[in-house]
T-cell receptor, first 114, second 112 residues
Framework: GAVVSQHPSWVICKSGTSVKIECRSL??????MFWYRQFPKQSLMLMATSNEGSKATYEQGVEKDKFLINHASLTLSTLTVTSAHPEDSSFYIC??????????FGQGTRLTVV | DAKTTQPPSMDCAEGRAANLPCNHSTISGNEYVYWYRQIHSQGPQYIIH???NNETNEMASLIITEDRKSSTLILPHATLRDTAVYYC?????????????FGDGTTLTVKP
């Protein structure tokens, strides 16, 4: 299957700082990417849908000013957690797809805010 | 997307078949059944999907009941590396692929 890569795999940051997570589709161009968050022992929760060249669509309860999403090209979407706090510590996962194919998931990014 | 119900956990002996059930009694006619799995601290991995016919690929088989209200994922010869959380999702085909509603899934533990 196609490859979706996230970077970094894990990051530790200080409270109040911002962190950027990248999601790349390595061997295909993804018109749509999705960002999920997963807390320990819980399932994945969709945060937002990222469409290339347009504004992201956020799920209810997700603060768009805190979780900035940019999908500037067909192979790259970024999620920036602004002014991170310990409660933002989580496992962030992206997925990418072409219009008529199955979605492929990245390996996830473990964010720890101290 | 239709809601799914899965047992929270299952055990399976290594080398035996693992049969993971999923109930989706409110599935619509145009909704497919998808299965993913998530190995600890990794992103989900696509396994298989189907509409109404049974499906098989190199990873697993998917058996969907005739009324489509339930399905079973079969791992024919489970290995220790198959230990993971398995998610059953129903949704309209690839047009909504990626925007999946994940339930709690089934934690499958394959034991030696």
């Amino acid at each position: 299957g196609a490859v979706v890569s996230q970077h970094p795999s894990w990051v530790i940051c200080k409270s109040g700082t911002s962190v950027k997570i990248e999601c790349r589709s390595l061997d295909f161009q993804a018109t749509t990417m999705f960002w999920y968050r997963q807390f320990p022992k819980q399932s994945l929760m969709l945060m937002a849908t990222s469409n290339e060249g347009s504004k992201a669509t956020y799920e209810q309860g997700v603060e768009k000013d805190k979780f900035l999403i940019n999908h500037a090209s067909l192979t790259l979407s970024t999620l920036t957690v602004t002014s991170a706090h310990p409660e933002d510590s989580s496992f962030y996962i992206c997925s990418a797809r072409l219009p008529t194919t199955e979605a492929f998931f990245g390996q996830g990014t473990r964010l720890t805010v101290v | 997307d239709a809601k799914t119900t899965q047992p929270p956990s299952m055990d399976c002996a290594e080398g035996r078949a693992a049969n993971l059930p999923c109930n989706h009694s409110t599935i619509s006619g145009n909704e497919y059944v998808y299965w993913y799995r998530q190995i600890h601290s990794q992103g989900p991995q696509y396994i298989i999907h189907g509409l109404k016919n049974n499906e098989t690929n190199e990873m697993a088989s998917l058996i969907i009941t005739e009324d489509r209200k339930s399905s079973t994922l079969i791992l024919p010869h489970a290995t220790l590396r198959d230990t993971a959380v398995y998610y059953c999702i129903v949704r309209v085909a690839h047009t909504n692929a990626g925007k999946s509603t994940f339930g709690d899934g089934t934690t499958l533990t394959v034991k030696p």
